[in-house]
């Protein structure tokens, strides 16, 4: 019997036993978890989500395959992890520049500065975009993923700005519209950008966010 299933066996009996891993093994799981994660993205970015391997992924992260689905049960599941960490960093981003800002235009113009950076990783919006087709394109799965994605998404917004914008985070329908929305300006703008630069160039864009942002935030009066 390999040694690797061996390891699977006492791992599926501690786990019938209700065993618990000690501090040691905590530790390396939470490593090993985050080097898959970190992995996955670099994967996820070369090769786009749906032509990506898991095999890839385990290697990259110096893993085996058997590691992979010890820490996550698809490469969806590692996707949604890494899309509730993405939004959980742009959270503190948004936050460590509005935080110290107490007028609310110059609030509202600091968070319409950052998204307009934020196009500008394509990166970023079109994995998000690609990952939304393949939802689309796996019709039984999409009500589930999209559920998933949306709450995690809205969950980390509420925790880290709700005392920011609390006109927003009181009303958790708006909320997830809102979320939407953002989402749509992001990847719609990145798309088109990188497709015509020429015609949407920069100034272009930043030009009409602000515009769009008003709307979404019901503040028509505000301009940059």
Not at 53 to 62: K, T
Not at 81 to 88: F, K
Not at 100 to 109: G, K, L, P, T
Not at 129 to 156: D, G, N, W
Request: net charge positive; charged share 25%; with cysteine.
């Amino acid at each position: 019997m390999s040694g690797r299933r061996k390891a699977q066996e006492r791992g599926l009996v501690m786990a019938k036993q209700g065993a618990r891993p000690g501090p040691g093994q905590t530790m390396k799981s939470e490593k090993t978890r985050a080097e898959l994660l970190q992995a996955a993205e670099r994967i996820f970015a070369r090769d786009g989500f749906e032509a990506s391997r898991i095999e890839d992924i385990a290697a990259a992260a110096g893993r085996s395959r058997g590691a992979f689905y010890a820490n996550f049960a698809s490469k969806t599941e590692v996707f949604l992890a890494l899309r509730t960490l993405a939004t959980q960093r742009h959270a503190r981003a948004v936050r460590e520049r509005v935080q110290s800002i107490q007028e609310q235009d110059a609030r509202y113009q600091a968070l319409i500065d950052y998204i307009v950076e934020q196009i500008y990783d394509t990166q970023t919006q079109l994995l998000q975009i690609e990952f939304k087709l393949f939802t689309l394109r796996h019709p039984a799965m999409q009500a589930k993923l999209a559920e998933m994605h949306l709450e995690a998404s809205t969950s980390v917004n509420r925790q880290e700005l709700s005392d920011l914008f609390p006109e927003k985070s009181n009303k958790l329908a708006e909320m997830r519209c809102s979320t939407l929305e953002i989402e749509a300006l992001l990847e719609g703008f990145a798309l088109n950008a990188r497709f015509s630069p020429k015609v949407l160039d920069e100034a272009s864009i930043q030009a009409i966010v602000p515009q769009l942002m008003a709307q979404i935030f019901h503040r028509a009066g505000t301009h940059s």
